[in-house]
């Protein structure tokens, strides 16, 4: 294998992915906290605008890159470069209009949309942020091309890009509109200024990366190329059920959103400035609890380029190893990641949200855990079944996950003694039922898919054995110092070494999984395995 096949590995772009989505976690954290104290009241436009940016986006953008990634990976394993090109051609001026069109929705009807959204002093944001609807339509194509030759790292330093892009100008046009005596609603229409530069910015690079990436790859030779209508026939057959699927989590999402509110009103007797207070608690930890779910990202990026390579060339061994190595390395992150929210979520809520109530945001949290187990181990199995081009099951499985998700939310937080505490135990419920019947799937569909046990056995022990020591250690610390974040720290460092010291000594990663990393002899003469 040469160095640059051993770069298109499947754990080589997820690493890479990984890599980025984390930075870009950072980068957008250390945003959005300034963010908040500049723009003050405005900081409701601010994500008002976002409210409606994101829907269209998810209408426009959600499942092009899957879509692209899938139907070049195809013609890649076919070697059918003159196909290569017509795809791409096709669907990314497919992507272009309908992202224009969205746009133009967004900034006309920014009135109505804010009008909608009982805000109407977000609809200059709303102009503003309309062009980053066309410009991520061409994003998600460039990104869709790159993913398909599972090259990883364009997509990864475009996510910097607008991260900083986003970090630097709209903080900075934010403050100096804020200076200057700008209404609130002015300077939140700067900060988005710097979201639609962001937005531009990464598109320009990607578009750079394209044209250099094109201008090194050989002519074709094949014949027979797909016509117009047939690759738009093909690519929306793909793109629209992915839409559909994450459309179905944002819809349950805001029904239940909207659902545990008004029983916080209605039988719990809050009122709304209350309930407000109350799921505020809710809204707060979502960002910790989501980090892990958006490596996940890395993970579902590369497995359906990688197994359909192996589909493509009937290869039915090499696809269910990657899908084993896949399965198995989200265990590897959700299990410790989960477990670590269970056990320290009260601690972690103290160290990162001093306004939040430690006692109501820290059970939130470790109930949040355990659903994060279940969250992260669906997107793979999603990804997977995408890959063996099972498209409409996965939308049935959520829809499944998500209707008892909504009516156990409906009857447990009207409980007074439960109320808020509810609606996370709901969300591990419903995704705990989504992704055993997603699991269920890819063990009847994909032929030589190693066992449950073996794949999750090892790293739930070893996932275990961290969280009760990471647990004892911040009580002892905590007992000794007095300080929060030393013994979060402490405990913390303690269980990051114990779970890398029994992943090794466990042989959790094995020969095969080694296999598919860059440079995973050496990895493996390393740590002993062999």
């Known amino acids: 294998m040469s160095n640059t096949q051993k770069q298109n590995t499947f754990f080589g772009g997820a690493a890479i992915l990984a890599a980025g989505i984390v930075l870009v976690k950072i980068i957008s954290a250390v945003y959005k906290m300034p963010l908040i104290n500049i723009l003050g009241s405005g900081y409701t436009d601010f994500t008002n605008a976002f409210n409606i940016f994101n829907i269209l986006l998810m209408i426009s953008t959600a499942g092009i890159p899957v879509a692209m990634s899938r139907m070049i990976s195809q013609a890649n394993a076919e070697n059918r470069r003159n196909q290569v090109h017509r795809i791409f051609q096709v669907t990314s001026a497919a992507c272009l209009i309908f992202g224009g069109v969205c746009a133009l929705a967004m900034f006309f009807g920014a009135n109505g949309f804010a009008a909608l959204m009982g805000n109407p002093k977000s609809a200059l944001s709303m102009r503003v942020l309309a062009p980053s609807v066309f410009f991520v339509s061409g994003l998600a194509a460039f990104r869709g091309y790159a993913q398909g030759h599972q090259h990883m790292t364009p997509s990864s330093v475009s996510q910097i890009i607008e991260a900083l892009f986003k ?21 939140a229409a700067g900060a988005i200024v710097g979201v639609t530069l962001s937005e531009l910015a990464a598109l320009v690079y990607m578009a750079f990366d394209f044209l250099r990436t094109r201008a090194q790859e050989p002519e074709g030779d094949d014949t027979g190329v797909w016509s117009a209508q047939k690759i738009l026939r093909v690519f929306l057959s793909i793109a629209i059920p992915i839409t559909l699927t994450s459309s179905a989590t944002s819809v349950i999402t805001t029904i239940d959103t909207s659902l545990v509110m008004r029983q916080l009103q209605n039988a719990v007797g809050l009122n709304l400035d209350g309930a407000r207070a109350l799921f505020s608690n809710y809204s707060g930890v979502l960002t910790v609890y989501q980090i892990p779910a958006s490596l996940m990202v890395a993970i579902t990026a590369s497995v359906i380029p990688a197994v359909t390579v192996f589909y493509e060339r009937r290869n039915r061994k090499g696809a269910a190893r990657v899908v084993g190595s896949a399965l198995k390395t989200a265990s590897i992150l959700a299990f410790p990641s989960g477990v670590g929210m269970l056990v320290l979520g009260k601690p972690i809520v103290m160290l990162l949200f001093p306004r939040l109530d430690p006692d109501i945001a820290g059970r939130i949290l470790s109930i949040l855990g355990i659903a994060n187990i279940f969250v992260c181990m669906m997107l793979v199995c999603n990804s997977v079944l995408q890959a063996h081009n099972i498209l409409n099951l996965p939308i049935i499985t959520m829809v499944i996950g998500g209707v008892i998700m909504v009516i156990f939310d409906f009857f447990v937080v009207a409980i007074p003694s439960v109320n808020i505490f509810g609606s996370p135990i709901g969300s591990a419920i419903g ?23 073996t794949l999750f056995g090892k790293p739930l022990a070893a996932s275990a054995v961290m969280g009760v020591a990471a647990w004892a250690v911040y009580g002892l610390v905590m007992r000794a110092v007095e300080r929060n ?18 992943l090794i000594a466990l042989r959790i990663l094995n020969k095969d999984d080694l296999s598919l990393m860059p440079k995973g002899d050496k990895i493996g003469k390393l740590l002993g395995i062999h």
């Open 431 to 453: 995704y705990g039922i989504t992704c055993c019947l997603d699991l269920f799937l890819v063990w009847r569909i994909v032929p030589g898919c190693p066992g449950l046990f």
């Open 167 to 187: 970090l630097i100008v709209g903080l900075t046009l934010a403050l100096i509109l804020v200076r200057t005596g700008h209404d609130e609603s002015e300077a």
């Open 485 to 502: 974040a030393v013994a979060l720290i402490f405990a913390m460092g303690v269980a990051v070494v114990i779970y890398f010291v029994l």
